[in-house]
């Protein structure tokens, strides 16, 4: 009986152990704050994915206040794309090894900065400077910002609904930046597009401060500098291919050149990961199949979306007539419903039917919009095509888009979640800009062979038409992200623990409070 009762001594210890660990965990002020943490998260993605958009309504303004070429028009977009997706995956390893928390402030503050210069720009050449010293900063805070939701919440549930609310704002902030431009735009000046972005900060950085906790890594990945400078030339030769391409047409020296040294580059990163002692981006990271999926699936997912945003302002603004403000509230439908969408798939499709279903649902949906804005002319009712067409988009973001982002995140060592989340980033980056600028190409190709048919004066016409084509192609690529998911995505796999199987607080909730 003794001997016994002594057996069963140490079980008794551990649990009690445990028990006094976890009730520990969760009387930390910081972990009793983590929903009000995820808030502050949250403003710094709204304070990134609105200079996606916001930017864009402002630029026809600034052009008249600072007199700047057609030619320059286009950096002022380029500077930050191409700061941002290069950097990323360096920002991604900057915040596992000097910590979340601080690189998320020091991204905050120094996003805030370049904002300051930019909206206060006397000219086109600080202008652009300006923005691109917002994509480096830029490029520091997604990753920390992403990878700190995945340490905050230890709880899959919790973590669940974190990351519903993080896509739901993710999906819907292009369009709050097209609403927000707008209305700064004819109201206020075209500065202040740039100053928001100083608010949005202050706050962020405040409740940084108050609410997180540095993580504390006991393996901090050290930074290598030929992956550092490899990886980076690759993404920056890919996304300046890409931009060129638009302007110079994919055939010239200017596009071909970037974007095959671009290919090579990235081919020679993935090598110099698999030898490199320190590398940027652990392959361990890409060898989960889910994990991979889901960035393939932004990629594809993203190329359409911006691509939808950019073509659907121009009908808008140049077919029907809209004003930047009537534009952007032209978008609302998508916004509310991305948001509703997203409520309901972290709280109750996510417990009932798999990623592979959701993701691949969703894009099917999003796919569906984009065939019926195909549809559009210059006499449609707006009711007719384009707003169950938004809706139909937005239902498709508010599931995959949520889940996808999520399934990326998950599953990561906690010393790789910062790399993970660069992933993310880089995913849709680099979706967007080959997206936009490849079918950009296809749009300008349709207007000109429709002008040369029908002649110049069709030029209405000629650009529904492209607008048409566009639109059809997005759907095309909704579709094959849907395919991409269903193929690879494993099908019995959900985001929750199977039922009854105890949820325990994950370790790197010690590191973070």
Not at 66 to 87: E, M, P
Not at 315 to 335: E, H, K, R
Not at 367 to 396: F, N
Not at 405 to 420: I, L, S
Request: hydrophobic content about 55%; overall charge neutral; charged content about 10%.
């Amino acid at each position: 009986m003794g001997s016994n009762e002594a057996s069963r001594a140490p079980g008794v210890s551990d649990v009690a152990k445990a028990d006094a660990a976890q009730s520990s965990v969760k009387h930390n002020p910081y972990y009793e704050r983590r929903w009000m943490a995820l808030g502050v998260v949250v403003i710094a993605q709204i304070m990134i994915l609105l200079d996606a958009t916001v930017v864009n309504v402002a630029l026809p303004s600034a052009q008249a206040d600072l007199g700047f070429s057609d030619a320059n028009r286009q950096w002022v977009i380029t500077a930050y794309v191409l700061a941002f997706g290069s950097l990323l995956p360096l920002g991604g390893r900057l915040a596992d090894a000097y910590g979340r928390k601080t690189m998320f402030i020091v991204g905050l503050l120094g996003f805030a900065i370049a904002s300051a210069v930019g909206g206060a720009a006397p000219n086109i050449d600080t202008l652009i400077t300006a923005r691109a010293f917002q994509g480096v900063f830029a490029a520091i805070l997604a990753p920390a910002a992403l990878s700190l939701i995945t340490v905050i919440f230890t709880d899959r549930q919790e973590l669940n609904k974190a990351f519903g609310i993080f896509g739901a704002v993710s999906g819907s902030a292009g369009a709050i930046g097209l609403l927000l431009g707008g209305l700064l735009t004819d109201y206020v000046s075209w500065r202040w597009c740039m100053y928001v972005n100083i608010v949005l900060a202050v706050v962020g950085i405040i409740g940084g401060l108050t609410l997180l906790h540095n993580s504390s890594e006991p393996d901090k990945p050290k930074l290598s500098v030929p992956s550092t400078v490899v990886g980076s030339a690759a993404i920056f030769g890919l996304v300046f291919g890409s931009a060129k391409a638009e302007t110079d047409g994919w055939g010239s020296a200017v596009t071909l050149t970037p974007l095959i040294a671009g290919v090579f580059l990235l081919v020679g990163f993935v090598v110099l990961q698999k030898v490199d002692r320190h590398p940027l981006i652990p392959l361990r990271v890409l060898a989960d199949r889910n994990r991979g999926a889901a960035y393939l699936t932004l990629f594809l997912s993203n190329a359409a979306v911006f691509a939808v945003f950019l073509f659907l302002t121009y009908y808008f603004q140049g077919v029907l007539g809209y004003s930047p403000i009537t534009s952007g509230v032209a978008f609302l439908p998508l916004m509310v419903t991305v948001g509703v969408v997203a409520t309901l798939t972290q709280g109750m499709l996510l417990q009932r039917l798999t990623m592979r279903v959701i993701v691949a649902a969703g894009l099917i949906a999003s796919g569906a919009g984009a065939a019926l804005l195909a549809q559009a002319d210059a006499g449609s009712p707006y009711a007719a095509w384009v707003l169950p067409g938004l809706i139909l988009i937005g239902t498709g973001i508010g599931s995959a888009a949520v889940v996808a982002v999520a399934v990326g995140q998950m599953g990561v060592e906690p010393r790789d979640a910062g790399t993970a989340g660069a992933l993310n980033n880089v995913s849709q980056q680099l979706g967007s800009a080959l997206g936009v600028a490849l079918i950009s190409t296809f749009v300008a190709t349709a207007t000109d062979h429709y002008l040369t048919h029908h002649g110049s004066t069709a030029v209405v016409g000629a650009t529904v038409h492209g607008f048409t084509v566009g639109f059809w192609w997005a759907a095309g690529l909704f579709w094959a992200a849907a395919v991409v998911c269903g193929a690879l995505i494993r099908g019995g796999t959900s985001l929750h623990h199977e039922a009854g199987q105890p949820e325990p607080l994950d370790e790197s909730v010690s590191a973070l409070i």
